[in-house]
């Protein structure tokens, strides 16, 4: 059987491919798009996992999407018969909802002769959200925990996951929203764009808790870890906010009132106005007010269900500074986060959903029995890897470097074909330990919004100036803006506070005080870094570098950031090379090929 997973009309448009309870391809929109966070229909996603697959739709016998009209529907109908909101606010919903009403109708355009037959399944928002953590998660019993900002009605819920079932015990409903707090701060200190929550989260060591009691008038905390916001400082629950999620980037509008000014004695920051204390204060204020309400909701959901291991997702899952303190401030002993837990993580929700509740099979066969956490799972599907997008192949890299064959010659660049890997990563490492910018494109595109090591900016960690140099020849981002260390994950404990397996970068650890000062481009201003962990088993190839970048310098890290510039993360091989011929970039690793620029060769 084969079921197709949706995550549509939505921010992070996504589609996933599971066939007889195993995951053969993800991936979201924005990469065949180029446009970050499409937001629409994915139907270039769901095109692609049918071709990885080798199928049309006529072979299809599900499509589940993440969104089910029908939840929360007496809260819904209760809430607009005593709030009375905007006319606007309601129509905009009665849209929203037939667009997503006719998933068949979109495929019917999108594939004129696919012929899909099959049944169509909408999976209530937050419930996907929960099974796309659990089910793929290795363990048979956990806490589960979604938060976000808003989903069929709801913005978070919680419970215990057993086996392939799900318990839901604790839901908050709109307009009560973590997610709304976060972004509604995001936009007053200046980030306008829909996904700028991590700069807050990136600006908050800078600062202090000058705002906490602000924050706390914000957001009122429950005893049986619900939340309520005090509904004076925010507009998404009276006014008709705009919100666009077809076709193009994402878009949502103020959310604060203007009385959130006058609580916080200041106005809100102009997008190209200079950051000031008051800005980064309100950053760590806002962080610390997020953490106290996510450890709220963790102490009361695991006095509830004692058991060991937690499951996190929705959008705050991406809250990967809250999420490295899990185990110093809650009483989990085990987590899983997988790699896109944010909306286009409940396309995989919605289809594994959609696969038990079909009655298909059992808690789903793995597809990776030789890995370490399939393995500990006694065989069940586990995500253990994100690289579940697209890949290209020696000639299809070599096919792209003949159509451009003139530009490269302009540019003064050298093409070298090694196919002997350990050669290949030896060269890279090198250069890396040289000091040099290198583009690193291999196999499968990784499936949520991090570089894990096949879609990445490679450098030297020890460098202090490493940072300035990646921002003035690529990046050209806020110089507040941390880069990450990959690491070997035998090594996590020589160098990192907490002992753990972080594979898709979801956590941010304490680096160890006396390494800190061998790292310094990946560390933090409070001494922290967001890591992953690379496993020899899920990415030799990666693995391969990094072990040879240990041989020549003794460090088993290297900087890891996204193959991009201001833009999606490459997909293709046109992309990649796109990338390094406008930018200053040193090296390009494309498949084998190894691409180096002439002295006095351009940009």
Partial sequence: MYILGLNAYHGDSSACLVRDGRLVAAAEEERFRRVKHWAGFPSESIRYCLEEAGISLADVG????????????????????????????????????????????????????????????????????????????????????????????SSAAWGVGRGGEIEVTHRVHFPHSLGIFYQAITQFIGFPHYGDEYKVMGLAPYGRPAFLRQMH??????????????????????????????GGVPVVGRLYSNELETLLGFPARGKDEPLKDCHRDLAHSAQAMYEEAFFNILATAHARHPVEALTLAGGCGMNSVANGKVYRRSPFKRMYIQSAAGDAGGAIGAAFYAWL?????????????????????????????????????????????????????????????????????????????????????????????????????????????????????????????????????????????EEDDVPFMMQVFQIREEKRSVIPAVTHVDGSGRLQTVHRQTNPRYYRLIEAFRDITGVPVVLNTSFNENEPVVCRPEEALSCFLRTKMDVLVLGDYFLTRRSGGRP
């Fill in 62 to 153: 599900c499509v589940a999407v993440n969104s089910d009209s029908r939840a929360s529907l007496l809260k819904k109908i209760r809430y607009a018969l005593l709030r009375k909101p905007d006319l606007g606010f309601v129509l905009d919903r009665i849209r929203n909802r037939r667009k997503r009403g006719d998933v068949a109708g979109e495929l019917a355009k999108a594939f004129p002769g696919g012929r899909f037959q099959g049944r169509v399944m909408p999976v209530e928002h937050h419930l996907a959200h929960l099974v796309s953590a659990h089910v793929v998660s290795p363990f048979a019993e956990s806490v589960c925990v979604s938060v976000d900002g808003f989903g069929d009605f």
């Fill in 217 to 246: 008038e914000l957001v009122r905390l429950g005893r049986d870890g619900t939340f309520a916001l005090d509904l004076r400082y925010f507009l998404h629950h009276r006014e008709g906010v705009s919100y666009r999620w077809e």
């Fill in 357 to 497: 509740e079909l009655g298909a099979g059992p808690r789903p066969a793995s597809g990776r029995q030789s890995s370490d956490s399939a393995s500990a799972a006694g065989g069940k599907f586990v995500m253990d890897h994100a690289y579940w997008g697209p890949e290209f192949s020696n000639a299809e890299i070599k096919a792209v470097l003949g159509r451009q064959a003139e530009e490269l010659e302009a540019a003064g660049c050298e093409v070298e074909l090694i196919r002997d890997e350990g050669e290949l990563c030896r060269k890279t490492a090198a250069a890396v330990a040289e000091g040099k910018v290198i583009g690193w494109f291999q196999g499968r595109m990784e499936w949520g919004p991090r570089a894990l090591g096949n879609r990445s900016i490679v450098c030297d960690p020890r460098r202090p100036d490493m940072k300035d140099i990646l921002n003035l020849k690529i990046k050209r981002r806020e110089s507040f803006r941390p880069f990450a260390p990959s690491i070997l994950r035998e090594q996590v404990s020589d160098w990192f506070e």
